[in-house]
């Protein structure tokens, strides 16, 4: 006998709507809620028309007495379709039903005894419930831009969680997401494979993002359409795949089934094996089983300690912090490194030796050397940190040890040059004279490069790469040198290109460690707009070095290799005075007299349209 099974509210619906399906069928009519004297053979089903809140009343009863069903489509039973991967059309519902001859034994999810169709949503997991229906692209980016907003209040809460009887780990989350199967919600879709509705277990997700950074770059990368899972589970999120799980807080625990919110003092969450028998067929039946139903765990990445205690007491911040640890060593290695030593000394003392030896000897691997050599790289970092940290000690101590590094760098480049009876500009002297924007660039790369690098002891010892590239001992040595001359050109221009290295590592290495989570942006902001506007000042010369580099290569660029007069330009040259000096080779097919050069001249003063000083060589070509 076949039992239909709907709300008396409803006749109408059915009758218009299933009834004419049914027409060679014969069933019986049963308003839901039933007499609790009904009764079914084993030879019978129930054919269920009901929303999922009646659903989710009579399939644990349907499951305990062993009753076979069918579930038809309603406008109101979209978690339970969905969640149990069954057919939406009506017809085939019917014929599915009517040639089932081996009904299907399916697993249910239950939390405290509520059956969950799709999936258990555990404290703050605002963007990723269950969908209803199916969004396209943009829709899904105003859904995040929409949830977004209410981030800045998103928190951690305190979870302990057990399994079969024994605590696996006391940690904290923004919340726990529970589901049967892959397409139960956004993240379990990205983070599994098509898994069996049979296979006895369930996946629980922890979500414990320390910062909001990570947590938005997930879902700009959970937006990208694709059907393949992640390959690897973010850092962030636990992977709990069990038979049985209990979630208890140290307040009520707020949690969704389906949609309806809920609280208790605890969850028991448990699969119950092969207890529904469903006469129709569900799309994950036939999946394979690849992992057996057998139980993992994957909690590494969970916070713990202190680290729980810390994300508890606040919102989620924006940028990531650094544990009680981090702190610790990193800590213990910028202090060692501010305070001034003999060592530092003597280190400083040789590498500005090389350096100066190796400039006027027009030595790059020399000058290199002292690069490596070079520690004062050490005590910029810690001022970095003592910048954001505002920590007044280490920013003394830094300033000292850099004060008193760079002042005898002076001392002896200086030294070296009265000694030496050479004043000439090397080509790498020469190239320490006019820095511009592509410097700072360059000094804004390398503070970061040794901030982090001092922050990840494992990579530390690239920081002779970084000391190559901030290159800070030669331009001190070429600024040395210019006091041994009394050249006020050669040392302004040495120690701007100092000061420019200076003023980069220090901003932009306190910019990373602020990135990094060592430093509170209200702590730092000070400290940063300091070391801003000191940036600033000094970047308003090199903007002005860099304009004069552009326009050199515009005027040569526009005389390169022109003809004027039937004579060719070549090998133009630019040095700026009042007027400029143009130099150049003009080559003709014969000797060039003066007048015809001053007609060249006036081509050129037309051409770029100021007045110039030329400096000819005439070349005849053959």
Same mark, same amino acid.
Not at 296 to 305: A, H, N, Q, Y
Not at 527 to 547: C, E, H, M, Q, R
């Given at each position: 006998?076949?039992?239909?099974?709907?709300?008396?509210?409803?006749?109408?619906?059915?009758?218009?709507?299933?009834?004419?399906?049914?027409?060679?069928?014969?069933?019986?009519?049963?308003?839901?809620?039933?007499?609790?004297?009904?009764?079914?053979?084993?030879?019978?089903?129930?054919?269920?028309?009901?929303?999922?809140?009646?659903?989710?009343?009579?399939?644990?009863?349907?499951?305990?007495?062993?009753?076979? /069903?069918?579930?038809?489509? !309603?406008?109101?039973?979209?978690?339970? $379709? *969905?969640? &149990?991967?069954?057919?939406?059309? %009506?017809? #085939?519902?019917?014929?599915?039903?009517?040639?089932?001859?081996?009904?299907?034994?399916?697993?249910?999810?239950?939390?405290?005894?509520?059956?969950?169709?799709?999936?258990?949503?555990?404290?703050?997991?605002?963007?990723?419930?269950?969908?209803?229906?199916?969004?396209?692209?943009?829709?899904?980016?105003?859904?995040?831009?929409?949830?977004?907003?209410?981030?800045?209040?998103?928190?951690?809460?305190?979870?302990?969680?057990?399994?079969?009887?024994?605590?696996?780990?006391?940690?904290?989350?923004?919340? /726990?997401?529970?589901?049967? !199967?892959?397409?139960?919600?956004?993240? $379990? *879709?990205? &983070?599994?494979?098509?898994?069996? %509705?049979? #296979?006895?277990?369930?996946?629980?997700?922890?979500?414990?993002?320390?910062?909001?950074?990570?947590?938005?770059?997930?879902?700009?990368?959970?937006?990208?359409?694709?059907?393949?899972?992640?390959?690897?589970?973010?850092?962030?999120?636990?992977?709990?795949?069990?038979?049985?799980?209990?979630?208890?807080?140290?307040?009520?625990?707020?949690?969704?089934?389906?949609?309806?919110?809920?609280?208790?003092?605890?969850?028991?969450?448990?699969?119950?094996?092969?207890?529904?028998?469903?006469?129709?067929?569900?799309?994950?039946?036939?999946?394979?089983?690849?992992?057996?139903?057998?139980?993992?765990?994957?909690?590494?990445?969970?916070?713990?300690?202190?680290?729980?205690?810390?994300?508890?007491?606040?919102?989620?911040?924006?940028?990531?912090?650094?544990?009680?640890?981090?702190?610790?060593?990193?800590?213990?290695?910028?202090?060692?490194?501010?305070?001034?030593?003999?060592?530092?000394?003597?280190?400083?003392?040789?590498?500005?030796?090389?350096?100066?030896?190796?400039?006027?000897?027009?030595?790059?691997?020399?000058?290199?050397?002292?690069?490596?050599?070079?520690?004062?790289?050490?005590?910029?970092?810690?001022?970095?940190?003592?910048?954001?940290?505002?920590?007044?000690?280490?920013?003394?101590?830094?300033?000292?040890?850099?004060?008193?590094?760079?002042?005898?760098?002076?001392?002896?480049?200086?030294?070296?040059?009265?000694?030496?009876?050479?004043?000439?500009?090397?080509?790498?002297?020469?190239?320490?004279?006019?820095?511009?924007?592509?410097?700072?660039?360059?000094?804004?790369?390398?503070?970061?490069?040794?901030?982090?690098?001092?922050?990840?002891?494992?990579?530390?010892?690239?920081?002779?790469?970084?000391?190559?590239?901030?290159?800070?001992?030669?331009?001190?040595?070429?600024?040395?040198?210019?006091?041994?001359?009394?050249?006020?050109?050669?040392?302004?221009?040495?120690?701007?290109?100092?000061?420019?290295?200076?003023?980069?590592?220090?901003?932009?290495?306190?910019?990373?460690?602020?990135?990094?989570?060592?430093?509170?942006?209200?702590?730092?902001?000070?400290?940063?707009?300091?070391?801003?506007?000191?940036?600033?000042?000094?970047?308003?010369?090199?903007?002005?070095?860099?304009?004069?580099?552009?326009?050199?290569?515009?005027?040569?660029?526009?005389?390169?290799?022109?003809?004027?007069?039937?004579?060719?330009?070549?090998?133009?040259?630019?040095?700026?005075?009042?007027?400029?000096?143009?130099?150049?080779?003009?080559?003709?097919?014969?000797?060039?007299?003066?007048?015809?050069?001053?007609?060249?001249?006036?081509?050129?003063?037309?051409?770029?349209?100021?007045?110039?000083?030329?400096?000819?060589?005439?070349?005849?070509?053959?």
């Amino acid at each position: 006998m076949l039992y239909l099974l709907h709300e008396s509210q409803e006749k109408e619906s059915v009758e218009e709507n299933i009834l004419p399906v049914l027409k060679n069928i014969e069933y019986e009519p049963v308003s839901f809620p039933l007499d609790k004297e009904f009764d079914i053979d084993a030879d019978s089903c129930l054919l269920l028309f009901l929303p999922d809140s009646a659903l989710r009343e009579i399939i644990p009863v349907a499951a305990k007495n062993k009753w076979p /069903i069918a579930i038809l489509p !309603h406008p109101e039973n979209k978690f339970t $379709s *969905k969640g &149990l991967g069954v057919s939406e059309d %009506i017809e #085939d519902v019917i014929t599915q039903f009517t040639e089932c001859d081996n009904p299907y034994h399916i697993d249910l999810l239950f939390c405290n005894d509520i059956p969950v169709f799709s999936s258990i949503n555990i404290g703050d997991i605002f963007l990723l419930s269950q969908r209803h229906g199916k969004k396209n692209f943009f829709q899904e980016v105003v859904n995040i831009i929409r949830n977004i907003r209410k981030a800045s209040s998103l928190s951690h809460h305190s979870y302990q969680i057990s399994t079969d009887g024994e605590k696996v780990i006391h940690t904290s989350a923004l919340g /726990i997401i529970v589901v049967e !199967h892959a397409s139960s919600s956004l993240i $379990s *879709k990205r &983070l599994l494979e098509e898994s069996s %509705i049979n #296979d006895g277990a369930f996946q629980a997700f922890v979500l414990a993002p320390q910062n909001l950074m990570v947590l938005l770059w997930f879902f700009l990368r959970s937006l990208v359409p694709s059907k393949k899972t992640l390959t690897k589970l973010p850092s962030f999120i636990g992977k709990i795949k069990t038979s049985n799980l209990q979630v208890a807080g140290k307040e009520p625990v707020d949690y969704t089934i389906d949609g309806e919110k809920k609280q208790a003092e605890e969850l028991n969450i448990e699969v119950l094996k092969q207890t529904l028998i469903l006469k129709q067929q569900s799309v994950y039946s036939d999946k394979t089983e690849k992992e057996n139903g057998r139980k993992s765990i994957k909690i590494e990445g969970l916070p713990t300690g202190e680290t729980r205690k810390e994300l508890i007491k606040r919102s989620l911040p924006i940028l990531p912090r650094a544990s009680t640890e981090q702190f610790q060593d990193l800590f213990k290695v910028l202090r060692n490194n501010s305070t001034i030593s003999t060592s530092f000394m003597v280190m400083m003392i040789l590498s500005t030796l090389i350096a100066t030896f190796g400039l006027f000897g027009n030595s790059s691997p020399v000058i290199i050397g002292a690069m490596i050599l070079a520690p004062v790289i050490s005590p910029i970092v810690s001022f970095s940190m003592g910048m954001v940290r505002y920590d007044v000690p280490m920013l003394k101590e830094s300033f000292v040890t850099i004060t008193a590094g760079t002042l005898v760098s002076l001392a002896f480049a200086a030294g070296v040059s009265l000694v030496i009876p050479l004043k000439v500009l090397t080509p790498e002297i020469e190239a320490r004279l006019s820095p511009t924007l592509l410097d700072m660039g360059i000094a804004v790369s390398s503070g970061i490069a040794a901030a982090y690098a001092h922050a990840n002891e494992g990579i530390a010892k690239s920081l002779a790469g970084v000391a190559i590239a901030v290159a800070l001992v030669p331009p001190l040595a070429v600024a040395g040198i210019g006091i041994g001359w009394w050249d006020w050109e050669v040392f302004s221009g040495a120690i701007l290109l100092y000061a420019t290295n200076l003023a980069g590592i220090i901003l932009f290495g306190g910019l990373t460690f602020l990135f990094l989570g060592f430093a509170p942006f209200k702590r730092a902001k000070m400290g940063l707009v300091y070391t801003l506007v000191i940036v600033v000042l000094v970047a308003v010369p090199l903007t002005l070095s860099f304009d004069r580099i552009m326009q050199e290569a515009n005027i040569t660029r526009a005389l390169e290799g022109a003809t004027i007069q039937n004579v060719v330009l070549r090998d133009v040259r630019i040095r700026f005075g009042s007027p400029m000096v143009v130099s150049l080779r003009l080559v003709g097919p014969q000797d060039i007299a003066p007048q015809r050069i001053q007609e060249v001249k006036k081509e050129i003063e037309k051409k770029i349209d100021q007045p110039v000083r030329l400096e000819v060589v005439s070349a005849m070509e053959f």
